[in-house]
């Protein structure tokens, strides 16, 4: 069985500082891809940045880049220069199924 | 190319009515999932089509859930008779491949049963 865990309550950044979201998972599987996604006020489903678990690297797009510790089981996402538009609720999510974490609320200051 | 869609956006029936949600994936994309998210909490897996086949029906919560994806387009999903806990958010998403793919959802559509 695959396990999302996302435990950070809300989360508060002053714009333009990085701001690192946590996501630890669980699962049987040898080969896996965790995904972080962005749901807005508006409720749509944005898609930030994929991490397969045999990847060298840690996924980077634009201002996210992902905190991959395999051995720790963490899948960590970080936004760099935060801005007002990044507030919502951001989603760590593994494949095969899209087994979901219960999400962390991050609001950005002015 | 066309997005994920779903319809109603919007749905509010009374307790013990039925009510079926459609999704349109993208097209060519063989896998379809649902997922419900209740006010305020996580989102729940409800199921997995793989073409016209059910993959994973391990989140349906009840036999009063019917899901279909007749010839492996478009999927409905039936809540009869509809109670107050069924409310919440549906959402579909759609993937072309099972697994190392971007998943692409749908609007949602946020059921309301009063």
């Known amino acids: 069985a695959q396990k999302i865990t996302q435990t950070q309550p809300g989360m508060f950044v002053q714009e333009k500082e990085a701001v690192t979201l946590d996501c630890t998972y669980d699962?049987?599987?040898?080969?896996?891809?965790l995904f972080w996604y962005k749901q807005p006020s508006s409720g749509e489903m944005i898609f930030l940045i994929y991490?397969?678990?045999?990847?060298?690297q840690n996924a980077t797009e634009g201002r996210y880049s992902l905190n991959f510790q395999k051995a720790r089981k963490s899948a960590n996402l970080v936004i760099s220069a935060s801005q007002l538009g990044d507030s919502a609720m951001y989603f760590c999510?593994?494949?095969?199924?899209?087994?979901f974490g219960k999400g962390i609320t991050l609001s950005v200051r002015p | 190319e066309a997005g994920v869609t779903q319809f109603p956006s919007h749905s509010v029936i009374e307790k013990g009515q039925t009510v079926t949600l459609r999704c349109d994936p993208i097209?060519?994309?063989?896998?379809l999932y649902w997922y419900r998210r209740v006010m305020g909490k996580e989102i729940k897996f409800l199921l997995h089509?793989?073409?016209?086949?059910?993959?994973?029906e391990s989140g349906m919560p009840n036999n009063r859930f019917l899901a279909e994806r007749t010839g492996g387009t478009y999927s409905t999903l039936k809540v009869q008779p509809a109670e107050l806990e069924d409310s919440g958010v549906y959402f579909c998403?759609?993937?072309?491949?099972?697994?190392?793919?971007?998943?692409?959802f749908g609007q949602g559509t946020r059921l309301t049963v009063v």
């Open positions: 998403a759609s993937t072309r491949w099972t697994g190392n793919t971007e998943a692409f």
């Open positions: 699962t049987s599987d040898q080969s896996y891809g």
């Open positions: 991490q397969g678990s045999y990847d060298e």
């Open positions: 999510a593994m494949e095969s199924k899209l087994t």
């Open positions: 097209s060519g994309h063989d896998n």
């Open positions: 089509f793989v073409k016209e086949s059910k993959q994973d």
